[in-house]
């Protein structure tokens, strides 16, 4: 049986954020070709972190700047290496390189990182994104962190013509692998549902974002609909959030959503007003499979839809942004027509079957050409013989002025 070693930057929370669902599918997609897992993490285990024994996947904590790691690693001896984002390939990619020289190293970059914080930047400052924007910190670390792996998992088209394109990243060591999708129509119809939705993991800024939006948005969309409520959902929930809530105003903040499927099953509509982001919209592809029809902003509705007709209304306008949500709440038929739309983008863009053969294609190639495949990947060789060096001996001198 093959070793699969994922060093996680936090345990997976598949009810609480997308990224939790991505780092659940990707586990699931190993375990079907006999991989034996070890999840690894420096962050403690929550509450409602998912139970990883039941999927027979063994865990560990390990220590930042500490070479308990290297010997842990030396004794896994994975055929491949998965870093739950740049960060966690920073503090560990050369401990990982130096022990099993030989283990495949992919980088599950989630979103670019280094795109969402440009993006943050310029919504924050009022103005539009500008390429300069985008050649930040973040940038910097997260290329390198690319580059020094043989394998970089991007979620989104968007981000994948990007690199490409725009920053010259051999697509050869990309691999275009967005969140998996599976249509589960509901039982509900149009008439059996009320209300309007949105939800989110509050911990991630997008999100508190888009509820300030909502705020600001909603009093004209009750003014048009006032038997109407809309129902904010969301795993960790600040006393800055339910400060937000108006019961008079049917502005009700709910927190987390101890069923996602029942609350999409019963709302008539998701609002999503996303101000800025990167990657997949884990709420919009949910909002797809179950049925829901929704409104959202264009980086909402980003690298999602192809060329098939999203399922509600994509639009940065205040205004059209309130008109549409009415309509859609309002007309049954171009309810159902949306329904049908995000089933139709679920099933050609988003169902695993889509993408796991060729995945699991190119994981062998590399393997069997692992040599090779580095050596064509030259700037990956620079940037990983430098951090190797730097890296080491900074980590190497916190571990000794730790004992003391």
């Known amino acids: 049986m093959k070793n699969l070693v994922i060093i996680g930057k936090v345990f997976p929370e598949p009810n609480s954020t997308a990224a939790g669902s991505r780092m659940i599918q990707l586990m699931d997609l190993f375990l079907t070709q006999n ?9 403690t285990i929550s509450e409602n972190s998912f139970d990883l024994s039941s999927k027979n996947i063994s865990f560990q904590n390990i ?7 290297d010997e842990l690693i030396k004794n896994l001896n994975p055929e491949i290496v998965i870093f739950d984002r740049f960060t966690t390939e920073e503090q560990f990619g050369w401990r990982v390189s130096e022990q099993v020289p030989n283990a495949v190293k992919i980088l599950d970059t989630e979103d670019l990182h280094f795109l969402r914080t440009a993006r943050e930047k310029a919504f924050k400052q009022n ?11 973040v940038f910097k670390r997260e290329i390198a962190s690319i580059l020094r792996c043989d394998l970089s998992l991007i979620i989104s088209e968007f981000e994948m013509n990007l690199l490409i394109e725009k920053f010259r990243i051999d697509e050869n060591i990309l691999f275009y692998l967005p969140l998996f999708g599976e249509v589960k129509k509901p039982e509900t119809s149009f008439s059996e549902r009320k209300n309007f939705i949105s939800i989110g993991n509050f911990l991630h800024e997008p999100n508190w974002q888009t509820v300030l939006q909502l705020k600001k948005l909603w009093k004209n969309i009750k003014n048009q609909l006032p038997e109407a409520e809309i129902h904010i959902y969301g795993a960790y929930a600040s006393e800055k959030v339910f400060q937000l809530h108006n019961e008079k105003e049917g502005f009700i903040i709910k927190g ?14 998701l609002l999503a007003p996303i101000p800025f982001g990167a990657g997949i919209k884990g709420k919009l592809l949910e909002s797809m499979q179950f049925g829901l029809p929704n409104v959202t902003s264009a980086v909402g509705a980003e690298a999602m839809q192809g060329n098939h007709d999203w399922n509600g209304f994509i639009t940065d306008n205040e205004t059209e942004f309130v008109e549409k949500a009415v309509l859609l709440y309002q007309d049954e ?9 995000g089933y139709k983008i679920v099933e050609n863009r988003f169902k695993k079957e889509l993408f796991e053969p060729h995945f699991i294609h190119k994981i062998q190639e590399i393997s069997e050409n692992l040599e090779s495949h580095r050596n064509q990947n030259f700037l990956g060789q620079i940037l990983q013989h430098h951090t190797l060096q730097s890296t080491k001996y900074l980590s190497k001198w916190i571990e000794e002025k730790n004992k003391k």
């Open 256 to 269: 987390r959503a101890e069923n996602v499927e029942t609350v999409f099953n019963t709302a008539k509509v």
């Open 333 to 341: 038929n171009l309810w159902q027509k949306s329904q049908e739309n």
């Open 63 to 69: 220590v930042l700047n500490d070479s308990s790691f």
């Open 127 to 137: 103005r539009n994104l500008e390429h300069l924007d985008l050649i930040n910190d």
């Open 35 to 43: 991989y034996q897992i070890t999840f690894l993490s420096t962050a």
